[in-house]
C-alpha cells in the first residue's frame, strides 16, 4: 500500500490523539511508524477440525478480523500485514474486504489503517519473515501478534508499542502465573506419568502474551540469524544477546487454542458489546 492511501498528519496544534502512543512529548515531531504483522498461516489443529484457526468464527466475524481490528484499534499503527496460509491469500483479501470498516477505502486500507495480504510459509518463524519482508520502508516499529489473540486491549498494544519508543529492542506484554508450575521429566509415551523434577518459584515466572514490539532493525536481524525452531519472536532477539523487556498484559489477551478458549472468546465478546457496544 502507498503511503498516499493514508490521511495526511495532522497539522500543528491538531488535539492529541486519545491513544497513549500517541501522546505529546517533547520528542521531534516524527515519530517512529508502526506496523503489525499477524501471522495466520496455522491450521490449529488443537481447535478442531474445520477452517484454519485464524478464520473460525467468533461473534459472528473470523478471529482473524477481530485480531486485525485490534492492531488497528491503535492511533499508532498505520499498517497491518496478514500472513495468510500459502494458497489462501486471495481468500483472506476478500475476507478482510469484506469486514473493512464503516468508511474504508476499497481496495485495502480500514480508515486510517491499510493492511496488506502476504502469502506465508511453513512454519510460524518463516511467515513472520515473509510479512517483514513485505514492510514497506518508514515502518521502524513491529508488532507480531497472533491471530488466534482476537480481544487483546488497545491498552496492551499502546503499552507495548510505548515501550519500544521509550528504547527497548524488544518488548512482551505478559501476566503473572496464577497456578504451580513443575518441571518434569517428559514421558516416553505420552500419557504416561511424569516424574517431576523441579519447581520452578512461580514470582519470577510471566506467562507471554501478543502483541509483541520489536525495533524493526532487531527483528530482522533476529529473523536473519537464530535458525532453532522458537515459540516468540522475542526469544531470537534474546538469542542474539539483547534485553527483552516485559510490560503488564491483560487478561483478555488470551489465546484461542482450544474448544474451551473459544466458549470464553464468545462470552468476552458478548459482554463487550453488552457494556461498550463493541
Known amino acids: 500500500m502507498s503511503d498516499e492511501s493514508r490521511p495526511s498528519p495532522a497539522p500543528s496544534g ?8 500517541d501522546a505529546p512529548s517533547d520528542a521531534p515531531a516524527t515519530r517512529a511508524r508502526t506496523a503489525a504483522v499477524i501471522p495466520a498461516a496455522g491450521r490449529g489443529v488443537r481447535l478442531g477440525p474445520g477452517a484454519p484457526k ?20 491503535s492511533r499508532a499503527v498505520s499498517l497491518v500485514v ?7 491469500a486471495a481468500e483472506v483479501k476478500s475476507l478482510l474486504d ?6 474504508s477505502a476499497p481496495g485495502g486500507s480500514w480508515g486510517r489503517t491499510d493492511f496488506l495480504v502476504v502469502p506465508g510459509g ?11 519482508e513485505a514492510l514497506p520502508p ?10 488466534a489473540r482476537p480481544l487483546v486491549p488497545v491498552d496492551t498494544v499502546d503499552a507495548v508499542i510505548e515501550a519500544v519508543r521509550d528504547g527497548a529492542p524488544a518488548v512482551v506484554p505478559v501476566l503473572p502465573l496464577a497456578d504451580t508450575v513443575k518441571q518434569v521429566e517428559p514421558a516416553a509415551v505420552p500419557g504416561d506419568p511424569e516424574p517431576v523434577v523441579a519447581t520452578p ?30 515459540t516468540d519472536d522475542a526469544s531470537m532477539v534474546e538469542q542474539l544477546g539483547l534485553t527483552v523487556v ?30 461498550d457496544g463493541y
Open 98 to 103: 469484506a469486514h473493512a470498516l464503516p468508511g
Open 82 to 88: 496478514v500472513v495468510a496460509p500459502p494458497d489462501g
Open 246 to 275: 516485559a510490560v503488564p498484559g491483560h487478561e483478555e489477551a488470551f489465546k484461542v487454542t482450544r474448544p474451551l478458549d473459544l466458549v470464553l472468546a464468545e462470552a468476552v465478546l458478548a459482554r463487550r458489546r453488552l457494556n
Open 54 to 73: 485464524a478464520l473460525r468464527v467468533l461473534g459472528g466475524t473470523p478471529m482473524l478480523v477481530h485480531a486485525a481490528r485490534a492492531m488497528a484499534a
Open 122 to 132: 511453513e512454519s510460524r518463524q518463516e511467515s513472520v519473515r515473509l510479512g517483514l
Open 14 to 21: 491538531a488535539p492529541a490523539a486519545p491513544s497513549a502512543a
Open 138 to 147: 518508514g515502518h521502524e516499529i513491529v508488532l507480531v501478534h497472533d491471530a
Open 201 to 230: 518459584d512461580r514470582s519470577r515466572l510471566r506467562a507471554v502474551q501478543t502483541p509483541q514490539g520489536f525495533d524493526r532493525a532487531t527483528l530482522v536481524r533476529a529473523h536473519e540469524t537464530v535458525t532453532d525452531d522458537v
